[in-house]
């Protein structure tokens, strides 16, 4: 695999700074969020948004759509919404004196699917994303029409309400590069919103990348390198999340599937390349684990019964976990490092 | 501060190689630390032993020795607990990746080793990068235990132990023929060579192996050689004797005597002179020569006072002999100090009814007769009593065998029972009232109590 030269690195480097420049200027108050939002779109993954309504998920998307100059749906997910209502349907023509089914696409036929309120549509409808998602087309009445590059499903849901609302099932969750929860502003970003926003007024935000840009620094993303050490690490680290396998793991039901180890990979690799770095590293791994695994592990219940969250397992795994499996004499005291950089 | 990629790369290896050495060393020591106190244990053990046995520490020969020995093995523990740790020992990658890591370098040197990027600067402060610092009280405690383990031994007051030989009892035998022949020798009265034949066939017996020494037929050559012994000693003093007699009577009376008597005297002296020199146990050479070379004329011109002291020389040995032979025999079978008198014998068996002693029985082994006798009295052997008998050692006992036999009585309830005219009884008896009492539950007796009230 060709590697990038410095020059290529800074490139795009520029390029993401931009558009997290871009997306913050949108969204205030979290960068934390926009950088991992930028992180899993630069990995080709599929991001799920969770946080309480009004903290700007729908606005992050859309800005998202403006500065990367991409095709953007939106779909509102609702209980009666059909897989044909978002992945097209044949309709009965007629041409040529005769009568034919054309395919009609649906409005995943885009690079930036909003799935709005992912939740609340019905486990069947809900299905209908997995294929588009993993292998990225649609197949209906056994045609196949492949989805347009990129794409991306930047799917939201609200925690709180539960009423008319379908869980995702783990086949689909596991789908998702990303779960990433979006929380409250504080009391400082919310007077910078109301001073910078008018209630129904859009931001303006105009495009900073274009897609064959995107698309390249996707590929760069891909020849960075990951050496031995940090593959060890996301193994191991993932294999932790497994019962048995480690202390903490002993709140979870089921693990993090292979597809989790290589998200990891990917995402830490496209952290790598944000922070104008030619590898991937430890600190990149750590940086992305959380909301890698978060939604990937299945808490047994007695963990849920003692107020145990996702997050705060996975957190407990990764630092369970230590990022080299070096054994060390016990003439030998951990000690804080004095020269640390 | 610039540096040069080549300055930092150099100086990065360094760090590495530094960081590596470090881990390994530690895991050197921590192998060095048990192995050490093993063989501290093992040494002190050895010095104690050493000292109980008088090794003297202080002479220069074991000071040397003693150097190359502990020498030789520190360099084995050395040695065995490098190719122990040598197995945990870290890799140069493996101590790059904790430094970087520690340092929080994103992998940087990594990148770099593989020729992806540059090396990154190096802190001017590096002390403790790599996140460890010795663990004294570890690293300390096992030498310091080693040392003390060892010293301990050279301080303690140790007595060398005495040479002990367990020697395992031999026939008394052996050792009364070696004090018969030690005697001899001293006496210079039996010729040396016969005596040494002697002592040799005494140790051909005693090179047999101890556990065969009281074997049946190693007793029995004991015995033989023994009264081989006896009878040579015999002779001997018989010889001697007869020589001693024919020379003192011809000393004595050398010239009253006739010339038939002379001859006959010196006939005499002749055959016990011939029997001295050929017996089984022949006499000292040297008295032997001199007695060979007095011829009958030689007798009868000898000056009275040398043929006296040539008597008197006989007469000592044959004296000596006699002692000896007196202490060969069995005890029991003569007469001395450890043998009982037949009144002795006689009080301890039981003077016979009419003071008749009993009969002496074998002629060493005390009275032939059984200790029992029949009495116009039937002994009472309390037959009509019945005696428990029973078997103290089951383990032996047969199936079948009776274990034990006791006398005993059925227990009968004699409280008069019986119906008596009237319909009344002498006893109401206490059955009724032991169920109520003792067998009965709490919750029970709540429902006789309930019922019968």
């Not at chain 1, 099932?169 to 400082?188: I, T």
């Not at chain 2, 002190?44 to 002479?59: I, P």
């Not at chain 2, 007699?245 to 000393?251: Q, T």
Request: charged share 25%; with cysteine.
């Amino acid at each position: 695999m060709p590697t990038l030269t410095e020059a290529e690195i800074a490139t795009h480097n520029a390029g993401v700074r931009r558009l997290m420049e871009a997306l913050n200027s949108v969204l205030f108050g979290q960068e934390r969020l926009v950088e991992l939002v930028v992180t899993g779109i630069l990995a080709r993954g599929h991001i799920l948004l969770e946080g309480l309504p009004g903290l700007g998920k729908t606005e992050l998307v859309k800005g998202l759509a403006k500065a990367l100059e991409l095709g953007t749906k939106r779909i509102q997910f609702t209980p009666d919404l059909l897989p044909g209502d978002i992945t097209g349907n044949p309709v009965l023509q007629e041409a040529n004196g005769r009568r034919e089914f054309v395919f009609q696409p649906g409005p995943l036929f885009t690079n930036l699917c909003l799935a709005d309120e992912i939740n609340r549509a019905s486990p069947k409808t809900q299905s209908a994303l997995l294929e588009a998602m993993q292998e990225r087309r649609v197949t209906v009445l056994g045609e196949t029409h492949p989805l347009p590059q990129p794409f991306f499903v930047l799917a939201t849901q609200n925690p709180i309400e539960l009423e008319g609302t379908y869980p995702l099932p783990e086949a689909q969750l596991d789908r998702f590069l990303f779960k990433l929860d979006v929380h409250r502003n504080d009391a400082s970003t919310l007077q910078r919103i109301v001073e910078n926003r008018e209630l129904g007024v859009e931001p303006e935000l105009k495009p900073v990348m274009t897609r064959e840009a995107l698309t390249g620094i996707m590929e760069a993303v891909r020849t960075i390198y990951l050496p031995e050490v940090v593959a060890n690490y996301i193994a191991r680290l993932v294999d932790a999340t497994h019962p048995g396998q480690s202390k903490a793991a002993t709140a979870i039901k089921y693990g993090a599937s292979p597809r989790a180890a290589l998200s990891l990979a990917s995402a830490a690799k496209a952290r790598g390349l944000m922070s104008g770095r030619i590898n991937a590293s430890f600190e990149d791994v750590q940086a992305v684990a959380v909301p890698v695994l978060q939604h990937r592990i299945i808490l047994d219940y007695n963990a849920r019964i003692d107020g145990k969250t996702n997050a705060g397992v996975a957190a407990e795994v990764l630092a369970e976990v230590p990022v080299q499996a070096l054994s060390v004499p016990r003439t030998l005291k951990e000690s804080q490092p004095v020269g640390a950089a | 501060m610039s540096q040069t990629r080549p300055s930092c790369s150099r100086a990065w290896k360094r760090i590495i190689a530094r960081t590596r050495r470090r881990v390994n060393l530690g895991w050197w020591l921590e192998w060095l630390g048990p192995v050490s106190m093993l063989f501290a244990v093992i040494g002190a053990c050895v010095v104690l032993y050493l000292r109980s046995a008088g090794w003297d520490e202080a002479s220069p020969d074991q000071i040397r020795w003693t150097g190359s020995v502990v020498g030789g093995v520190v360099l084995l523990v050395l040695g065995v607990t490098w190719l122990l740790a040598r197995r945990r020992f870290v890799t140069t990658e493996q101590a790059m990746v904790r430094l970087e890591s520690q340092m929080r370098l994103d992998n940087a040197l990594t990148a770099a080793a593989r020729g992806l990027a540059d090396w990154p600067p190096v802190p001017e402060e590096m002390r403790g990068a790599d996140g460890w610092a010795w663990n004294w009280p570890r690293l300390i405690g096992p030498p310091v235990v080693s040392a003390g383990l060892v010293a301990l031994p050279f301080f303690l007051p140790i007595r060398p132990a005495e040479g002990v030989t367990v020697r395992p009892n031999e026939p008394m035998a052996w050792q009364e023929m070696e004090k018969w022949l030690e005697d001899l020798r001293e006496e210079k009265i039996a010729d040396p060579e016969k005596l040494e034949e002697v002592a040799k066939q005494i140790e051909a017996l005693r090179d047999n192996p101890s556990e065969q020494w009281f074997s049946h037929s190693n007793l029995e050559a004991t015995d033989s050689l023994r009264e081989s012994l006896e009878r040579s000693l015999s002779e001997l003093e018989r010889n001697t004797a007869e020589a001693g007699a024919a020379l003192s009577a011809m000393a004595k009376f050398g010239n009253e005597l006739s010339p038939e008597s002379a001859e006959r005297l010196a006939g005499e002296f002749a055959e016990a002179v011939q029997g001295l020199e050929a017996g089984a146990m022949p006499m000292d050479r040297k008295t032997l020569e001199a007695l060979s070379k007095l011829t009958s004329e030689d007798l009868k011109k000898m000056d009275p006072q040398a043929a006296q002291e040539l008597a008197q020389k006989l007469s000592q040995n044959r004296e000596a002999l006699e002692r000896m032979l007196s202490q060969c025999k069995n005890p029991g079978e003569g007469e001395g100090e450890g043998v009982l008198s037949e009144k002795e014998i006689l009080r301890m068996l039981g003077e016979a009814p009419g003071g008749e002693p009993y009969p002496s029985g074998g002629t060493s082994r005390g009275r032939g007769d059984a200790p029992m006798f029949h009495e116009d009295q039937e002994s009472n052997l309390a037959t009509k009593n019945l005696q428990r008998a029973v078997n103290p050692d089951l383990s032996r006992a047969a199936p079948g065998d009776i274990v034990g036999m006791s006398q005993t009585e059925h227990q009968i309830d004699k409280s008069p029972t019986s119906v008596r005219p009237g319909g009344t009884v002498d006893s109401a008896g206490k059955g009724g009232g032991r169920v109520w009492e003792a067998d009965l539950l709490p919750d029970e007796k709540a429902v006789l109590n309930r019922f019968y009230k």
